[in-house]
T-cell receptor, first 113, second 114 residues
Framework: GAGVSQSPSNKVTEKGKDVELRCDPI?????LYWYRQSLGQGLEFLIY????????KSGLPSDRFSAERTGGSVSTLTIQRTQQEDSAVYLC???????????FGQGTRLTVV | GENVEQHPSTLSVQEGDSAVIKCTYS??????FPWYKQELGKGPQLIID?????GEKKDQRIAVTLNKTAKHFSLHITETQPEDSAVYFC?????????????FGKGTHLIIQP
């Protein structure tokens, strides 16, 4: 596709369930980023991938959060045992290389009830 | 770590007037400063960026200025139009393109009054 694609666009889940969010970056982009945007707030950086490697996972909010990237392309963000405070829009972005402009997807709106 | 402050949180201007949004950053090592526009229900869209080796950059009705000494940068939109209404975010990065993650301001809700 022409842009960064995220799925699902909306997800409602019960507290305690696990969820998996998917990001398809722009073809050929080696760098991929996950951000979290809470209601009325700015964007909080979560994790960065260069290829399939994430050099620093310290931005993930807790050990319930994990992310992986395979084949230098698709990435998944997994949240285990979801809590209400996990409710937010999760945004993915990609860039050609790590020093280039980042382009965002439309986000996944996660609601934990 | 880096801290980015953005003002104002809400800005209402008459159509045709100019709008200015200001940001300050804390880490003097930051060298890349993008601006994003976010419309309701959409992801942020890069509208302009500036690197620390220049002081000003312009693209049609949009311009960004950077003062490295004072550690602040600003977005200027001239001849505002209704479609400029959105939330605008400034950001700063040390490695120059987001490799370490962009640090964002909290956003400015720009309202263009007809």
């Amino acid at each position: 596709g022409a842009g960064v694609s995220q799925s699902p666009s909306n997800k409602v889940t019960e507290k305690g369930k696990d969820v998996e969010l998917r990001c398809d970056p722009i073809s050929g982009h080696t760098a991929l980023y996950w951000y979290r945007q809470s209601l009325g707030q700015g964007l909080e950086f979560l994790i960065y991938f260069q290829g399939n490697s994430a050099p620093d996972k310290s931005g993930l909010p807790s050990d319930r959060f994990s992310a992986e990237r395979t084949g230098g392309s698709v990435s998944t963000l997994t949240i285990q045992r979801t809590q209400q405070e996990d409710s937010a829009v999760y945004l993915c972005a990609s860039s050609l290389v790590e020093v280039a402009e980042a382009f965002f997807g439309q986000g996944t709106r996660l609601t934990v009830v | 770590g880096e801290n980015v402050e953005q003002h104002p949180s809400t800005l209402s201007v008459q159509e045709g007037d100019s709008a200015v949004i200001k940001c300050t950053y804390s880490d003097s090592a930051s060298n890349y400063f993008p601006w994003y526009k976010q419309e309701l229900g959409k992801g942020p869209q890069l509208i302009i960026d500036i690197r620390s080796n220049v002081g000003e950059k312009k693209d049609q009705r949009i311009a960004v200025t950077l003062n490295k000494t004072a550690k602040h940068f600003s977005l200027h939109i001239t001849e505002t139009q209704p479609e400029d209404s959105a939330v605008y975010f400034c950001a700063a990065s040390i490695k120059g393109g987001g490799a370490d993650g962009l640090t964002f301001g909290k956003g400015t809700h720009l309202i263009i009054q007809p």
